[in-house]
């Protein structure tokens, strides 16, 4: 099959992620939502990689799910934190500070 | 060929050359990161009382031996100042980087005192939460509250984020540059979320902060993603060699350097990318605000400039309008959006969004001059920046800091001496004579105007003027009217804070009165190595 392919599957995936980044309200939706955009990325760089005949492209996307855990950690560490505290994890409640 | 060879030609390959390091090349860096695990394992082994002390010296003795790195590294460039790569090429050793690692290091020696600071609490403790895992409001937290708990994780923390600092400027494959991104954002996320009093508003700037920056970097990740497709490499000397004779517009290369852009103007909070700028800077503990502020526009600044001179030099007639463009909206909507601000925290963001803008203009002259200029900007930028919030600090009330403008009427009156230091450091923003401000904000204007984008020069001296109506007006309030009776105090803190403020003092009246040794060093320093 003719990679452009997935390179096209890439860029509608990472779309899906950056709409739902800005449409949902849920903060846990919304960072899967980015970690749908970071392996749209992944699937870039492998088809890259294979296009150009080198490995650089898969070696990355290992770095990038090494990134991708680290952001779970920390990024479900701050919302578990500020769903105690309000018992909401809407990214519309927490606005107590504007403009 | 088919699938199948392929795999067997990989495998076939059994000899896989071990890459060459030079350790001694990255030493300032790795001494931070052996700070930083030397700060986790005294978290877990160091009984809760010796921590503090453990963690503050490590940590200080630590930034002091990786400045020494730097200065000893410098003297060891070559006669012509051109520096080398490292790491199999990932990580950059010239001028800009060992520059920006210079300062970076002292804004983190300054900030790490000002994060130390134990006198400001009426109740003891530092700025971070006793317990940050607690709800806020909970009675374990009151529990936690009353033991007298108080945290050190913030100093490894604070440490990691300031490894991708020195980095970030130094990486020289965009692989690098990302990896570098996130070791600097994750910290800070969390950084963000400590502090001791106002917790929701912090949690709140937390997660903002850390939802928009993972948007962000994603955006980065995935211009880098079309970088590698065009050019088969995300080093970026060979993307400079294919982009260089590009002469069609290539799609690849044009998304690529966009959303790389994207993901660079976040986090030098350039408008549009700006919005989570004000609400993270008054949410965050005013101790990482300072560091934020100051050391992540160092980075970051640094960042963009090797990735725009380096790799992209061939493309400049095609990014250049797009950064102008950056550049006047950022200037423009930064000075007149700070003007309504009642909150001090808030106005120092804003005003740090006007002068991402005034940094730009320097980075656009796209010569050696634009590089030195910028260089010397950010010094004199980040010491006052990390002056002003230290100042925010000492002003208090029953409630905590008193940020809002109104509390801060007549404190001249009172202190006339933290009033004089904050006034300084506003008249160093607003960019008047014999301060820092002004020596930076002529070096980059005079840098864009040779380098042809004189519209940008005007638009940033109209912005200049605008801008120093509202920092005049805070200094107007603070001695022209009378001090409420329920007014906030000021506290009088311990020598750790004294020192910071002093430093930023120091560089702020220094590098305004007698700029020329530091714009020679900046000089000296502003080649990129390729």
Same mark, same amino acid.
């Given at each position: 099959?003719?990679?452009?392919?997935?390179?096209?599957?890439?860029?509608?995936? #990472?779309?899906?992620?950056?709409?739902?980044?800005?449409?949902?309200?849920?903060?846990?939706?919304?960072?899967?939502?980015?970690?749908?955009?970071?392996?749209?990325?992944?699937?870039?760089?492998?088809?890259?990689?294979?296009?150009?005949?080198?490995?650089?492209?898969?070696?990355?996307?290992?770095?990038?799910?090494?990134?991708?855990?680290?952001?779970?950690?920390?990024?479900?560490?701050?919302?578990?934190?500020?769903?105690?505290?309000?018992?909401?994890?809407?990214?519309?409640?927490?606005?107590?500070?504007?403009? | 060929?088919?699938?199948?060879?392929?795999?067997?030609?990989?495998?076939?390959?059994?000899?896989?050359?071990?890459?060459?390091?030079?350790?001694?090349?990255?030493?300032?860096?790795?001494?931070?990161?052996?700070?930083?695990?030397?700060?986790?394992?005294?978290?877990?082994?160091?009984?809760?009382?010796?921590?503090?002390?453990?963690?503050?010296?490590?940590?200080?003795?630590?930034?002091?031996?990786? #400045?020494?790195?730097?200065?000893?590294?410098?003297?060891?460039?070559?006669?012509?100042?051109?520096?080398?790569?490292?790491?199999? $090429?990932?990580?950059?050793?010239?001028?800009?980087?060992?520059?920006?690692?210079?300062?970076?290091?002292?804004?983190?020696?300054?900030?790490?005192?000002?994060?130390?600071?134990?006198?400001?609490?009426?109740?003891?403790?530092?700025?971070?939460?006793?317990?940050?895992?607690?709800?806020?409001?909970?009675?374990?937290?009151?529990?936690?509250?009353?033991?007298?708990?108080?945290?050190?994780?913030?100093?490894?923390?604070?440490?990691?984020?300031?490894?991708?600092?020195?980095?970030?400027?130094?990486?020289? /494959?965009?692989?690098?540059?990302?990896?570098?991104?996130?070791?600097?954002?994750?910290?800070?996320?969390?950084?963000? $979320?400590?502090?001791?009093?106002?917790?929701?508003?912090?949690?709140?700037?937390?997660?903002?902060?850390?939802?928009?920056?993972?948007?962000?970097?994603?955006?980065?990740?995935?211009?880098?993603?079309?970088?590698?497709?065009?050019?088969?490499?995300?080093?970026?000397?060979?993307?400079?060699?294919?982009?260089?004779?590009?002469?069609?517009? /290539?799609?690849?290369?044009?998304?690529?350097?966009?959303?790389?852009?994207?993901?660079?103007? =976040?986090?030098?909070?350039?408008?549009? =990318?700006?919005?989570?700028?004000? /609400?993270?800077?008054?949410?965050?503990?005013?101790?990482?605000?300072?560091?934020?502020?100051?050391?992540?526009?160092?980075?970051?600044?640094?960042?963009?400039?090797?990735?725009?001179?380096?790799?992209?030099?061939?493309?400049?007639?095609?990014?250049?309008?797009?950064?102008?463009?950056?550049?006047?909206?950022?200037?423009?909507?930064?000075?007149?959006?700070?003007?309504?601000?009642? /909150?001090?925290?808030?106005?120092?963001?804003?005003?740090?969004?006007?002068?991402?803008?005034?940094?730009?203009?320097?980075?656009?002259?796209?010569?050696?001059?634009?590089?030195?200029?910028?260089?010397?900007?950010?010094?004199?930028?980040?010491?006052?920046?990390? $002056?002003? =919030?230290?100042?925010?600090?000492?002003?208090?009330?029953?409630?905590?800091?008193?940020?809002?403008?109104?509390?801060?009427?007549?404190?001249?009156?009172?202190?006339?001496?933290?009033?004089?230091?904050?006034?300084?450091?506003?008249?160093?923003?607003?960019?008047?004579?014999?301060?820092?401000?002004?020596? $930076?904000?002529?070096?980059?204007?005079?840098?864009?105007?040779?380098?042809?984008?004189?519209?940008?020069?005007?638009?940033?001296?109209?912005?200049?003027?605008?801008?120093?109506?509202?920092?005049?007006?805070?200094?107007?309030?603070? =001695?022209?009217?009378?001090?409420?009776?329920?007014?906030?105090?000021?506290?009088?803190?311990?020598?750790?804070?004294?020192?910071?403020?002093?430093?930023?003092?120091?560089?702020?009246?220094?590098?305004?009165?007698?700029?020329?040794?530091?714009?020679?060093?900046?000089?000296?320093?502003?080649?990129?190595?390729?």
């Amino acid at each position: 099959m003719n990679p452009v392919n997935y390179l096209y599957l890439s860029a509608l995936l #990472f779309t899906i992620g950056a709409a739902g980044v800005l449409l949902r309200r849920n903060a846990i939706v919304v960072f899967m939502c980015v970690e749908l955009m970071l392996n749209a990325c992944n699937l870039a760089f492998v088809t890259f990689g294979r296009m150009h005949d080198n490995l650089d492209g898969q070696i990355i996307a290992f770095f990038t799910m090494v990134v991708a855990a680290c952001e779970v950690v920390v990024g479900l560490s701050i919302i578990i934190a500020i769903f105690r505290s309000r018992r909401s994890a809407s990214v519309d409640d927490a606005s107590l500070m504007k403009w | 060929m088919s699938m199948s060879t392929a795999a067997t030609a990989t495998l076939a390959v059994t000899k896989v050359d071990a890459p060459t390091i030079e350790y001694g090349k990255l030493s300032p860096i790795l001494i931070i990161a052996g700070v930083a695990v030397v700060g986790v394992l005294i978290e877990a082994f160091l009984p809760r009382p010796a921590r503090y002390r453990a963690q503050l010296t490590v940590a200080l003795v630590g930034m002091i031996a990786a #400045f020494g790195a730097v200065v000893w590294l410098a003297r060891d460039l070559p006669d012509d100042h051109r520096g080398s790569v490292t790491a199999m $090429g990932a990580v950059a050793v010239d001028g800009p980087s060992l520059f920006l690692q210079g300062t970076l290091l002292l804004i983190g020696i300054a900030s790490v005192l000002l994060i130390g600071e134990r006198r400001l609490e009426p109740a003891g403790g530092d700025a971070f939460a006793p317990q940050a895992a607690a709800a806020p409001g909970s009675q374990q937290e009151k529990d936690a509250a009353a033991a007298g708990w108080t945290q050190t994780e913030v100093y490894p923390l604070t440490m990691f984020s300031l490894v991708g600092m020195l980095l970030f400027p130094a990486a020289n /494959d965009l692989l690098m540059m990302f990896v570098a991104l996130e070791i600097l954002s994750l910290p800070l996320y969390l950084l963000c $979320g400590l502090a001791r009093r106002h917790r929701l508003l912090s949690q709140e700037a937390a997660l903002k902060y850390f939802l928009l920056g993972a948007f962000s970097s994603a955006f980065f990740l995935f211009g880098v993603a079309m970088l590698y497709g065009y050019s088969g490499s995300v080093s970026l000397d060979k993307i400079g060699v294919a982009s260089a004779g590009a002469m069609d517009n /290539d799609a690849l290369l044009l998304i690529g350097l966009a959303m790389v852009a994207v993901g660079l103007l =976040f986090k030098v909070g350039a408008v549009p =990318f700006h919005s989570w700028t004000p /609400d993270v800077y008054q949410g965050a503990p005013t101790p990482i605000t300072g560091f934020m502020a100051a050391a992540t526009k160092v980075a970051a600044f640094g960042a963009m400039m090797r990735f725009f001179y380096v790799a992209l030099p061939g493309m400049r007639w095609d990014w250049r309008p797009v950064m102008i463009g950056v550049a006047i909206v950022t200037m423009v909507a930064g000075a007149i959006i700070a003007i309504t601000q009642t /909150d001090v925290k808030r106005l120092l963001a804003y005003s740090s969004i006007a002068h991402a803008g005034f940094i730009l203009t320097g980075m656009i002259a796209m010569s050696d001059a634009g590089v030195s200029s910028t260089m010397f900007y950010l010094v004199a930028y980040g010491f006052v920046t990390l $002056g002003a =919030f230290a100042v925010v600090t000492l002003v208090r009330d029953a409630r905590g800091e008193a940020t809002h403008l109104s509390h801060w009427a007549g404190l001249g009156r009172r202190s006339p001496l933290v009033a004089g230091v904050f006034a300084l450091f506003l008249l160093a923003f607003a960019g008047i004579p014999l301060t820092s401000g002004f020596s $930076g904000k002529f070096a980059v204007f005079q840098a864009a105007a040779r380098g042809g984008a004189g519209s940008l020069v005007v638009v940033g001296v109209l912005c200049s003027a605008v801008a120093a109506f509202f920092y005049v007006r805070v200094i107007v309030l603070m =001695f022209f009217s009378e001090p409420k009776v329920d007014g906030p105090t000021v506290v009088v803190p311990s020598v750790m804070t004294t020192a910071a403020i002093a430093l930023g003092v120091a560089v702020t009246v220094v590098l305004g009165i007698l700029p020329q040794p530091v714009l020679d060093l900046a000089d000296k320093a502003a080649l990129f190595v390729h």
